[in-house]
């Protein structure tokens, strides 16, 4: 079974700089799209940025000019950079992995790390 799991949150002052990683248990980049997410408190959960298993990426609007999503495939880890942070980016960020075509239906979460942005 393919798990997911995250680690480099924390708190940071706000105008800083975090790098989170998340590890899978098997090199499944060629498969599976991967994707981060994130959800504050009494907010619904939302995309972050996300990467094919091609490797285009996609970002939300208001996350493209900060944060980066890239892969190591040799380590089978996936990263978001994340710069220039502002206290409204505090939540708590997931990995994701997915697969849907006709073959085959998958979804699979990491635990989550929480992001804190203040002074």
């Known amino acids: 079974q393919v798990h997911l799991v995250e680690s480099g949150g924390g708190l940071v002052q706000p105008g800083g700089s975090l790098r989170l990683s998340c590890a899978a248990s098997?090199?499944?980049?060629?498969?599976?799209?991967m994707a981060w997410y994130r959800q504050a408190p009494g907010k619904q959960r939302e995309l972050v940025a996300g990467?094919?298993?091609?490797?285009?990426?996609n970002y939300a609007d208001s996350m493209k000019d900060r944060f980066t999503i890239s892969r190591d495939n040799g380590k089978n880890t996936i990263y978001l950079q994340m710069n220039s942070l502002k206290p409204e980016d505090t939540a708590v960020y997931y990995c994701?992995?997915?697969?849907?075509?006709?073959?085959?239906?998958?979804?699979?979460w990491g635990q989550g790390t929480q992001v804190t942005v203040s002074s």
């Open positions: 098997e090199n499944i980049f060629s498969r599976y799209a």
């Open positions: 994701h992995a997915h697969i849907n075509n006709t073959h085959a239906k998958v979804n699979v």
């Open positions: 990467i094919t298993s091609g490797g285009s990426t």
